[in-house]
């Protein structure tokens, strides 16, 4: 994913469906500089993670 979709939804109101590794996942930040983002599970809103931003997947419907 490009950083600038990955802004895009996390500023976005609407829930968009992203995956790490075939998780499903939400972006709690996306870090500028050095291209990453910090994640967390759906189902583990404890677990957060930095991730480069091109392992991060918008879910086509």
Do not use: C
């Not at 609407?14 to 983002?37: C, G, K, L, S």
């Amino acid at each position: 994913m490009n950083k600038e979709r990955a802004k895009e939804i996390f500023h976005s109101p609407e829930m968009i469906d992203v995956t790490h590794e075939d998780r499903h996942v939400y972006i709690e930040e996306v870090i500028e500089r050095n291209e990453t983002a910090r994640v967390h599970p759906m189902d583990q809103p404890n677990i957060i993670q930095e991730v480069p931003l091109y392992e991060l997947k918008e879910a086509q419907h």
